[in-house]
């Protein structure tokens, strides 16, 4: 592959409202695939809503991923949808990939749970990065708060992903974590970083918008606001390996000092 054409969405969408998410799913997936996109990410619980309260344990049990995968079969384009899932354990803050035919390719839970909001209403996923491989393009999987800790960036980066893909409900007053922190995980791992947050507010949380595509120098692609938007960006996978051939931090790590 040559180019991989990535969306990223920054939307307020209707929390508590799974069917109205389900619609601007499909509007936007339609916008997507139109602009020549193979994947589309959207901000963490978009199906439902973060910041809902115990109405997350109602809509777990709803089959939204079923019907998101029927967007992405539908309109030809790949989708990373986050939604809360029921699992054997509680319920996840989950983020599944999901190919164009509709295939589940991978299913991230969030590991490092933010505060008692998150705490309350999940439980901690056991793997600290989900990695599945899309269109040619090794792609990580984290949610939120997973992306602020710099083990787990590294962690994708070392086990080849280019691409890190991070559903987000990045809140006030954080927004240095999209303007600062985000393009330095490109940066320090030489890989892409999207970054999918909501606007708006939910209850009491007021969020910060900021979505961006970052290249693995650091620099951004496409950038929001805090207005909705549908961000637009052309990867080059090799961009990424002539980025860790000029700044090697991969290879001169000494991981023999880190156990």
């Known amino acids: 592959m040559t180019t991989f054409r990535l969306a990223c969405l920054q939307t307020a969408g209707s929390p508590g409202d799974p069917e109205a998410n389900l619609a601007e799913l499909d509007e936007c997936a339609a916008r997507a695939a139109g602009s020549g996109a193979d994947l589309l990410v959207t901000p963490e619980l978009f199906l439902t809503g973060y910041d809902i309260g115990d109405a997350v344990a109602e809509l777990a049990g709803q089959p939204l991923i079923e019907r998101a995968a029927e967007i992405a079969r539908r309109r030809g384009i790949g ?22 035919d509709g295939e589940t390719l991978a299913v991230h839970h969030k590991a490092q749970l933010f505060g008692e909001l998150d705490r309350k209403l999940f ?6 990065v989900t990695i599945a491989e899309f269109h040619g393009m090794p792609i990580a999987i984290l949610i939120c708060y997973d992306v602020e800790f710099p083990e787990t960036v590294r962690a994708a ?21 999209a303007e600062t922190v985000i393009p ?30 970052v290249a693995p120098d650091g620099e951004r ?15 080059d996978p090799e961009r990424v390996d002539r980025a860790q051939l000029e700044n090697p931090y991969l290879t001169d790590l000494r991981r023999d000092l880190y156990r």
């Not at 330095?184 to 918008?209: I, K, L, P």
């Not at 805090?226 to 961000?231: C, F, I, K, N, V």
Request: proline share 5%; with cysteine.
């Open 79 to 100: 989708v990373l949808a986050g939604a809360p899932l029921q699992t054997e354990r509680g319920i996840a803050n989950a983020a599944v990939l999901l190919g164009e």
């Open 123 to 128: 439980v901690e996923g056991t793997e600290p």
């Open 157 to 177: 980066a070392l086990a080849g992903a280019k691409l890190i893909a991070v559903p987000t409900a990045q809140m006030e007053p954080f927004a240095f974590v």
């Open 184 to 213: 330095a995980r490109a940066w320090e791992n030489q890989v892409y970083v999207c970054y999918a947050n909501h606007t708006g507010s939910e209850r009491d949380t007021v969020y910060v918008g900021r979505s961006s595509i």
């Open 221 to 235: 692609l496409a950038c929001a606001g805090t207005r909705p938007a549908l961000l637009l960006a052309e990867l």
